[in-house]
């Protein structure tokens, strides 16, 4: 496999159900129990990386580079929300998508996301130099 096999329209889903970790009173005092935006962030983040990877070559990864996110209705613990990611347009290098989200009820949610095509180790070589 190779992000060659892929093109604009192929799509992806990944799912969770709502824990405590992902509501947003688990990351602001006060806030509701309801599925928090960056949880939601993070499910079209993983379903977008985990698809990419398999067809990715050896020593390289993607990383965001871009989020655009709608969160237009609460969710509950113990909520499944499922997440399509679809590709929008496709280099060797950037790889754009449209996402939206449903929970078992309604549609939560909508934007697009960028991720970039990186060498491991030189993304790695960069971090180190900053930590420095
Ligand atoms: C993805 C990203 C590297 C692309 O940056 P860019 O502006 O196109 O890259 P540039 O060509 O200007 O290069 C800037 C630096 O990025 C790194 N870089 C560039 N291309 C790279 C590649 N293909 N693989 C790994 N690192 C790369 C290099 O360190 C480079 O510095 P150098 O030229 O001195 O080696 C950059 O946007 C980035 O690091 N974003 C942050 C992503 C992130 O941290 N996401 C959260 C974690 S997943």
């Known amino acids: 496999m190779s992000l060659s096999d892929l093109r604009p329209g192929d799509s992806a889903v990944g799912a969770l159900v709502v824990q405590t970790e992902h509501l947003a009173s688990a990351i ?12 939601l962030v993070a499910l079209v983040e993983r379903t977008a990386a985990e698809w990419l990877k398999a067809h990715l070559a050896p020593g390289h990864m993607t990383v965001g580079t871009a989020m655009v996110v709608n969160h237009t209705a609460p969710t509950p613990r113990g909520m499944e929300v499922r997440a399509e990611v679809t590709i929008t347009s ?7 998508f449209e996402w939206v989200a449903h929970d078992e009820r309604e549609k939560i949610g909508h934007g697009t996301h960028q991720r970039a095509v990186v ?9 180190a130099e900053k930590s420095r």
């Open 28 to 39: 602001t005092a006060g806030a509701p129990e309801a599925f928090s935006t960056p949880a």
């Open 90 to 96: 496709i280099d060797d290098r950037r790889i754009e």
């Open 119 to 127: 060498e491991a180790s030189r993304f790695a070589a960069r971090l």
